[in-house]
């Protein structure tokens, strides 16, 4: 079993940037693919980023792709997400979630495990 949990949410003003982490305890992160997702109040979760266990192979939704970057370090078993221009669009629930599988999957159904989120808020 696997339990994630993330930080580094909060409050910023558009254009900034925040790094989101999530922590993993369990043995299986390194051979884990992991994503990021959100869901802002009242939508779906959506798929923003995800990862292969090397690092090799990054995912991204449209709407974020060039302004976000994910990656990983195993030896910390902690994964990342770096967000920089951010929009109040941006505004949301973040998830850690990961899946014990060399497939990086986009949708939230094909996650194994997650972690609680953490608030990103975006002002205008």
């Known amino acids: 079993q696997v339990q994630l949990v993330e930080s580094g949410g909060g409050l910023v003003q558009a254009g900034g940037s925040l790094r989101l982490s999530c922590a993993a305890s369990?043995?299986?992160?390194?051979?884990?693919?992991m994503g990021w997702f959100r869901q802002a109040p009242g939508k779906d979760r959506e798929f923003v980023a995800g990862i292969d266990w090397s690092g090799g192979v990054r995912n991204y939704a449209g709407s974020v792709k060039g302004r976000f970057t994910i990656s990983r370090d195993n030896a910390k078993n902690t994964v990342y997400l770096q967000m920089n221009s951010l929009k109040p669009e941006d505004t949301a629930v973040y998830y850690c979630?990961?899946?014990?599988?060399?497939?990086?999957?986009?949708?939230?159904?094909?996650?194994?495990?997650w972690g609680q989120g953490t608030q990103v808020t975006v002002s205008s």
């Open positions: 979630a990961g899946r014990p599988t060399r497939v990086v999957p986009i949708t939230a159904s094909d996650y194994d495990y």
């Open positions: 369990g043995r299986t992160f390194s051979s884990s693919a």
